[in-house]
């Protein structure tokens, strides 16, 4: 446990600080600085995130939803999901999962902000606040 610990303190020791100052967390689960690149209304992004899971068991994601995508897109380790699965205590990065946000309804310049809904399992909903631009944090 010690050495978990001391892992998990110099993992966020060097998170850019952008990083470290924009992070939820829902059920000790961490969503560490979800961001996305600037793009034009019709394209497809993906968010870029890093998720901690610091419980005992594993964490799952069902599905996510954006108001600002025609639909979303689950991927792990590259390929299409229906469940996200985050071993305890772990952490999973872009791009070994991915959420992609197709068909943009508006265009995203760097500041912007919108919400994604993540469900994660029986009746859990959490929203987070995804930035546009990776050094852009949320107003």
Do not use: C
């Not at 969503?31 to 964490?59: D, Q």
């Not at 897109?73 to 229906?82: E, I």
């Amino acid at each position: 446990m010690q050495r978990l610990v001391i892992a998990l303190v110099m993992m966020i020791g060097f998170l850019p600080v952008a990083a470290q100052s924009h992070t939820m967390e829902f059920d000790n689960i961490q969503f560490i600085h979800p961001w996305v690149e600037p793009a034009e209304a019709g394209e497809s992004v993906v968010i870029n995130i890093s998720i901690m899971n610091n419980n005992k068991g594993r964490a799952r994601i069902n599905r996510i939803e954006a108001s600002i995508a025609q639909k979303t897109v689950m991927r792990q380790d590259g390929k299409k999901t229906d469940r996200i699965v985050i071993a305890p205590y772990d952490v999973v990065n872009s791009p070994s999962i991915e959420f992609e946000l197709v068909n943009l309804k508006k265009k995203l310049e760097d500041g912007d902000t919108f919400l994604v809904t993540i469900h994660a399992g029986q009746f859990k909903e959490y929203d987070f606040q995804v930035v546009v631009g990776e050094d852009s944090e949320p107003q």
